[in-house]
């Protein structure tokens, strides 16, 4: 099988997969040209010819078709698959079907998220190999976990590992390895445990591939290796041909590839087999215009990481942003969520081009009218003024406002001066204020990101965040602002904490995150004893939380749903600000909470029993 880069090739009718000739040519994206002319013009005898007869034409290079990404999430094409013209005589994997089972565990709190990453790998993989591979995706709220029985009519599964989904990898794993050796699929690991630790992963999980970051390319080119070499010898296969994104047990020894992000200028669209259901059951689905982020630079963030330690952005097509859209419509979705870290990014223009073609669909009848937009902004794209050859954030808004717009995710993170210099925010206290006062003034409803806590911060620091949430009203809002530091594998500020010893201990791998140790201990005293009590009833919580963002047929319900989760948090703050001030006063432990517990409880209770649980049928 060979890959070639997508710059400057066009695209045949159909896509076509064979196995390459055993001598004489090259894989990988340098010299594919010559492999092709190769074959073309020196053919081997005994090897039958499989491809259209305008693959053979002497001297002239094949122009693939491409293949394109839309997401991130399990694993995340920047290349192409070209139609190989020759096969062997002899029997190979070619001569049956592959079958591939790409599994999304769902989420560890019982929100129902489309599963988009396995979504676009199935699509990807179809587009590549067509007809000879067979590829199903599990998404276990609704379909079930893996049996192992299941294993043995597999050729690959793919796994993708969300946060909370370690002991399920593991016993998929562990039925894996019980097969006999010759039996086997490759099982591949991706998403965020496989991306930001492999390497603990894979002690877990011996003989698994693990991908890392976007994974459309490093999985096509695996089962690339698939085809042409089996499942024994896939691995080396595909460390010899240079796939990127891997991490893998190879020879006795730890191996991993070069990491490489894909291009976004071509993609295919998630083939999207459980988007209709997820609709109807109030779950999220989600859409997609762009990858990574323009600042980049927070301590706390891992994005980094996640696309090889490049702060930059990278935007999807308009055309095929908006031909989601209209898919999701037809779909029956009406409020999807956008996965964008950065939905404006360094290119404000695009954003109202984008604004203005959607607009443009739902008046021809292609997107519903009703259907309304989830989008995270920077606050800096927010307020920005016009410069040349760029709107200005206010003229974005009135752009996105027209094509549907309802609520704007902000990561504020903190009201306290030196907190917000910690994380190296591109904001500060007084400009998230702005942004807050603007996008009320819209009437756009918004999601805050948060962090209320962190091990550097004084003592003060939270009555200052305290103070800034009753100053601007958020204190009611329905966004959990009681949240603190992750300290997450692959953030920069790991190996900060890591040089001052303020990490106390393992990574815990389900979360992907290391505990630390406190600077200042009534900071510390506080966070403690607001843990105690915001456990007591967190798993309701989170199951209204879920209600309020999904799917609903009235958004007049959605309304009274925040509302509601509005008061739980109206609750969680004004116990936190009890138990400061007790701390303050050297009261902390004989501060009542019996009020604020009630309070929560009556919010809770006040739920219709109709929205207690997202049941999945």
């Avoid at 039958?48 to 293949?67: C, I, K, T, Y």
């Avoid at 179809?126 to 995706?137: D, I, N, S």
């Avoid at 695996?222 to 010898?233: I, K, N, S, W, Y």
Wanted: some cysteine; hydrophobic content about 40%; proline content about 6%.
């Amino acid at each position: 099988m060979v890959l070639l880069p997508s710059s400057g090739l066009s695209a045949p009718s159909a896509p076509f997969a064979y196995s390459l000739p055993k001598r004489g040519c090259q894989t990988g994206h340098g010299g594919a040209t010559r492999v092709f002319r190769a074959c073309s013009e020196r053919p081997e005898a005994g090897r039958r010819q499989v491809g259209p007869r305008r693959l053979l034409d002497a001297g002239r290079p094949f122009a693939p078709r491409s293949l394109p990404v839309c997401l991130p999430p399990l694993f995340s094409v920047r290349f192409l698959v070209a139609p190989i013209v020759y096969a062997s005589e002899e029997p190979t994997m070619l001569d049956r079907h592959l079958s591939v089972l790409l599994v999304d565990p769902g989420n560890s709190r019982g929100e129902i998220n489309e599963p988009i990453g396995i979504a676009t790998l199935a699509a990807t993989l179809e587009a590549a190999f067509g007809p000879r591979l067979r590829v199903e995706q599990r998404f276990v709220p609704f379909d079930g976990d893996v049996h192992p029985r299941e294993l043995t009519r597999l050729d690959l599964v793919g796994l993708s590992t969300p946060l909370g989904s370690l002991a399920r990898t593991e016993r998929l794993a562990k039925a894996w390895r019980d097969l006999p050796a010759g039996g086997r699929p490759l099982l591949v690991l991706g998403g965020l445990l496989a991306t930001f630790a492999p390497h603990e992963l894979l002690d877990r999980c011996p003989g698994a591939v693990c991908v890392l970051g976007e994974g459309e390319e490093a999985l096509t080119e695996l089962v690339a290796a698939l085809l042409e070499a089996g499942v024994e010898a896939t691995a080396g296969r595909a460390v010899d041909s240079g796939v990127p994104n891997l991490a893998l047990d190879l020879g006795g020894r730890r191996v991993r590839t070069p990491r490489r992000n894909i291009d976004l200028a071509s993609a295919v669209s998630p083939r999207r087999h459980h988007a209709a259901r997820i609709a109807r059951k109030g779950g999220i689905a989600r859409a997609e215009a762009s990858r990574g982020c323009a600042w980049g630079k927070c301590r706390f963030c891992a994005i980094q990481h996640k696309y090889c330690d490049e702060a930059h952005w990278r935007p999807v097509p308009v055309a095929r942003v908006v031909e989601e859209l209209a898919h999701l419509s037809r779909l029956g979705v009406r409020h999807p969520y956008f996965t964008d870290e950065d939905f404006v990014g360094t290119d404000p223009a695009r954003t109202v081009d984008l604004a203005r073609a959607i607009r443009a669909a739902k008046d021809a009848g292609h997107i519903a009218e009703e259907m309304s937009l989830y989008l995270d902004m920077r606050v800096s794209s927010l307020l920005a003024p016009a410069r040349a050859g760029q709107p200005s954030g206010s003229r974005v808004l009135d752009a996105l406002q027209t094509a549907g717009l309802r609520e704007v995710f902000v990561g504020v993170e903190s009201g306290a001066k030196e907190q917000v210099k910690r994380y190296q925010k591109a904001a500060t206290a007084d400009r998230n204020r702005r942004v807050l006062n603007l996008l009320e003034g819209r009437g756009l409803a918004t999601d805050i990101g948060f962090i209320m806590f962190d091990p550097e911060m004084a003592f003060d620091e939270i009555g200052a965040n305290l103070a800034f949430l009753r100053e601007t009203g958020l204190w009611r809002h329905d966004s959990r602002l009681t949240k603190e530091l992750r300290l997450e594998a692959g953030t920069p500020v790991v190996e900060d904490y890591r040089a001052r010893d303020l990490i106390a201990g393992p990574m815990d791998l389900d979360e992907l995150c290391y505990p630390y140790r406190w600077v200042d201990a009534r900071a510390q005293e506080v966070r403690d004893r607001f843990r105690v009590w915001e456990v007591e009833d967190q798993a309701r919580v989170y199951t209204l939380q879920s209600a309020t963002r999904g799917e609903v047929h009235d958004l007049r319900e959605r309304a009274r749903l925040r509302a509601l989760l509005g008061r739980v948090r109206a609750a969680e703050h004004g116990a936190l600000e009890a138990i400061y001030e007790g701390v303050a006063g050297g009261r902390g432990v004989s501060v009542m909470l019996s009020d604020w517990t009630s309070s929560r409880s009556r919010a809770l209770d006040a739920w219709n029993d109709g929205y207690a649980a997202l049941e999945v049928a």
